[in-house]
T-cell receptor, first 113, second 115 residues
């Protein structure tokens, strides 16, 4: 049973560049979440997918952020025109259904120079 | 507004003793609570959870207590081991009326267990 995987693990980019992260959830988990964690804080919810449908987006998710989950399997999170304030750990989690545990991936650490 | 609060940024205990980590919440709609452990540069690892229909859940050295009237939960680790040293996050969700089950996290408590 493989866990949630995320790629890349680390990304360093210059301000203004676009970046894309990938999350592969645990197989058969139809619910997928993206969170963001900054230093000294707990993870904050960004967006939620049930299968391929994006059902909720946090107001933290500005219009520079877009997430997709084609075919209800892996998901991508893209940040356009990155800003230094986007530097954070981006975490993906998946679960089978409501009432089940959310399992997290190792995260992608983004540094915007 | 911080709906889930962990008021102690850090805690230090001696190996073999009990570690008690506390968490308070404000949203009475929360009905599912979890504790995660996190090492630097890794994702959170699930430890233990509790539903609002219970007041205690135990798993090995870890026990979570829920006091709904006080909107308070705590994680007890007995006995504490040096490998338990990590950041611990409390998280809550509204499973009953929410369609998403998104987690709301506290700020974390750094536990140090001294040999």
């Amino acid at each position: 049973d493989t866990g949630v995987s995320q790629n890349p693990r680390h990304k360093i980019t210059k301000r203004g560049q676009n970046v894309t992260f990938r999350c592969d959830p645990i197989s058969e988990h139809n619910r997928l979440y993206w969170y963001r964690q900054t230093l000294g804080q707990g993870p904050e919810f960004l967006t939620y997918f049930q299968n391929e449908a994006q059902l909720e987006k946090s107001r933290l998710l500005s219009d520079r952020f877009s997430a997709e989950r084609p075919k209800g399997s892996f998901s991508t999170l893209e940040i356009q025109r990155t800003e230094q304030g986007d530097s954070a750990m981006y975490l993906c989690a998946s679960r089978r259904g409501l009432g089940d545990t959310q399992y997290f991936g190792p995260g992608t650490r983004l540094t915007v120079l | 507004d911080q709906q889930v609060k962990q008021n102690s940024p850090s805690l230090s205990v001696q190996e073999g003793r009990i570690s008690i980590l506390n968490c308070d919440y404000t949203n009475s709609m929360f009905d599912y609570f979890l504790w995660y452990k996190k090492y630097p540069a890794e994702g959170p690892t699930f430890l233990i959870s509790i539903s609002s229909i219970k007041d205690k859940n135990e798993d090995g050295r870890f026990t979570v207590f829920l006091n709904k009237s006080a909107k308070h939960l705590s994680l007890h680790i007995v006995p504490s081991q040096p490998g338990d040293s990590a950041v611990y996050f409390c998280a809550a969700s509204d499973e009953g009326s929410s369609n998403t089950g998104k987690l709301i996290f506290g700020q974390g408590t750094t536990l140090q267990v001294k040999p």
